[in-house]
């Protein structure tokens, strides 16, 4: 990354980003307003060129204190990011320079594992840890044979039940949620995100933000994000009115996921085997004798043909980028050709 050398660059941190506006915090009792330079913006190929909450960015001072141009984004350490559909690129950042993905899901009745395989494997993706909070366990009959069944089929991933009502998440999430620590929220709606962000901020700090009804919900034109600092000390990235995740290309989160699975497929017969009647099958013989899940297998399968479908969709969008280009500079030629 280039680094302007200038006097009067500094580095802040991306807090707040609503449409073009960036809210970047430069010292601890100072946050200002920021844009980006009109270098960065033309320089620009995708989302993921542009700074998003969490980035670590180098501005210019402007003759208005209040005000920053962001002149480049320091290398992040971690990407969330998902898949936008309608846009050209179709990625779209969550949060940047986490440490911990709190993936939260209901412990209700509709707890459903399957839902949660999507979220761990882009968690997995992005560089972070995922964190399973699983929301709402007053509503549980037996929350702890829920617990192990989820730390079960979710190897390597921690595993936390937590009651709004009951518990107090501050202390659930405690060894989390610590100086110098950056943590993202994300999960379907409904689940209790906003119950627990609430109740992790303390009404204080949201009356500081002027942020009434912490919902999202009333604003949910564009989506917001927001990187507080949690009274115990750690950063929380809250990401209200953002609904599901949908997967992007990489996917490299899904063999982490299902590595067992990504393995058999290797060994089956012929390698364009799609599992379903071919001999010498590895993935039908697993399911035959109980070694994996049927409904592993089709979470994994689902969710690989979203990731082939997005692979598609970029991959047609960046060769009409590149006709396009190409059409503008033949153009251009075929001007200047006049013009002689
Ligand atoms: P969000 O859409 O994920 O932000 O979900 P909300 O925080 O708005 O919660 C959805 C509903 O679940 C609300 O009616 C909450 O009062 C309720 N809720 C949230 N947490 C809990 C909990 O721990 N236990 C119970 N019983 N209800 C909860
Ligand atoms: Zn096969």
């Not at 001072?61 to 984004?73: F, K, N, Q, W, Y």
């Not at 949201?206 to 950063?235: Q, V």
């Not at 089956?268 to 697993?286: K, V």
């Not at 043909?305 to 503008?328: F, I």
């Amino acid at each position: 990354h280039r680094t302007d050398a200038c006097a009067s660059s500094l580095v802040g941190r991306v807090i707040g980003e609503e449409k073009n506006l960036y809210r970047v915090q430069v010292e601890r009792e100072r946050v200002a307003g920021a844009t980006i330079s009109g270098r960065m913006s033309f320089k620009a190929r995708s989302r993921l060129d542009y700074p998003a909450v969490g980035d670590w960015v180098e501005c210019l001072a402007t003759g208005d204190p209040e005000r920053l141009v962001i002149s480049s984004v320091v290398e992040r350490k971690s990407l969330l990011e998902r898949a936008e559909p309608g846009t050209r690129h179709g990625r779209q950042i969550i949060a940047t320079n986490v440490d911990w993905i709190f993936i939260a899901t209901s412990m209700n009745q509709d707890l459903n594992a399957g839902r949660l395989d999507r979220y761990v494997a882009l968690a997995w993706s992005s560089g972070a840890s995922p964190v399973i909070v699983l929301t709402k366990a007053d509503l549980s009959s037996d929350a702890t044979s829920v617990l192990a069944e989820i730390g079960e089929r979710f190897i390597g991933v921690p595993v936390h039940a937590v009651s709004a009502i009951a518990d107090d998440p501050a202390h659930v999430l405690a060894r989390y949620l610590v100086t110098g620590k950056t943590s993202v929220i994300v999960g379907s709606s409904g689940v209790g995100k906003s119950t627990l962000v609430n109740r992790l901020l303390g009404e204080e700090i949201l009356a500081t933000m002027g942020i009434r009804e912490h919902d999202g919900r009333g604003r949910h034109t564009t989506t917001s994000r927001y990187l507080f600092e949690l009274p115990t000390g750690g950063l929380l990235i809250d990401t209200p009115g953002m609904r599901e995740l949908q997967m992007t290309e990489d996917e490299n989160g899904l063999e982490v996921q299902f590595d067992d699975i990504e393995e058999l497929t290797r060994k089956c017969r012929f390698t364009d085997c799609e599992h379903r009647t071919e001999p010498g099958c590895a993935i039908l013989q697993a399911l035959a004798s109980g070694e994996i899940e049927e409904e592993r297998v089709i979470s994994y399968g689902k969710l690989m043909r979203e990731v082939r479908h997005q692979r598609m969709k970029t991959d047609s969008a960046l060769r009409e980028e590149e006709r396009r280009k190409w059409k503008t500079i033949a153009r251009a030629h075929r001007e200047r050709s006049k013009l002689k």
